[in-house]
């Protein structure tokens, strides 16, 4: 299948995920008292880091990682959501504005996948954006540690677009003196076995194999 036949085909579920949530996922997070002591953990993401395709909220690789390290997490990914995609969701907010009022002790951002669909029209729109998001959050939250995740990929077929954002979230990462984990966007790559009968999204083992590719980066980054 053609890449802009994908694109289409994607475009059209995230709009109806957009709109009716992730049943098995909270359409926001829950309120969970939160412990002082605790490390609070923000995850700035789509859909792969909402959770969507799993069979509940505690299988996604976000949750998992965070239990394994003790971490109380907020997660108020958003199905479809990129650097320019899908912002007017929030209203007069936006997501990176509800991270800031956390005021998290660590900042993961996981972002970009949903921006290659927008890239033909928005290229300089998405460029721009990356670095004011990441300027923004980094000068609101001096203290946090940021750590950028290189934007997730779902297929084999992969547009120059793909490569492209990669490089400016990696540029845009360097330049805030942030953490940058490479190689996530082949994290699934190959395995059909991975994918949620959607055919977009990870299923349950798909987001196990996420959750221990994230682990092992997160311990080379002393986490």
Not at 129 to 157: C, G, H, K, N
Not at 175 to 197: K, N, R, T, V
């Amino acid at each position: 299948m053609k890449f802009d036949s994908v694109a289409r085909i994607i475009a059209a579920t995230v709009a109806v995920a957009a709109a009716l949530g992730l049943a098995s996922c909270s359409a926001g997070e829950p309120v969970v008292e939160r412990d002082p002591n605790d490390v609070r953990v923000a995850f700035y993401g789509d859909s792969y880091t909402l959770g969507t395709g799993a069979s509940a909220s505690e299988n996604r690789w976000s949750t998992v990682i965070s239990e394994q390290r003790g971490w109380s997490e907020f997660n108020p990914s958003v199905n479809g959501l990129g650097f320019v995609n899908n912002r007017s969701t929030f209203g007069d907010g936006d997501l990176p504005s509800m991270i800031i009022a956390d005021d998290p002790d660590i900042v993961i951002v996981t972002m970009g996948l949903n921006d290659n669909f927008s890239f033909d029209a928005r290229a300089d729109d998405i460029r721009a954006q990356i670095s004011a998001d990441f300027d923004r959050l980094t000068t609101a939250l001096p203290d946090a540690r940021f750590i950028v995740v290189e934007p997730f990929w779902y297929t084999d077929e992969r547009p120059e677009s793909v490569e492209t954002i990669i490089a400016w979230v990696e540029a845009a990462a360097s330049d805030i003196g942030a953490d940058y984990i490479p190689g996530a966007s082949h994290w699934i790559e190959g395995h059909p076995e991975l994918m949620a009968s959607d055919g977009l999204h990870p299923n349950d083992d798909g987001y196990a194999a996420m959750a221990i590719e994230m682990d092992q980066a997160l311990r080379t980054l002393g986490l």
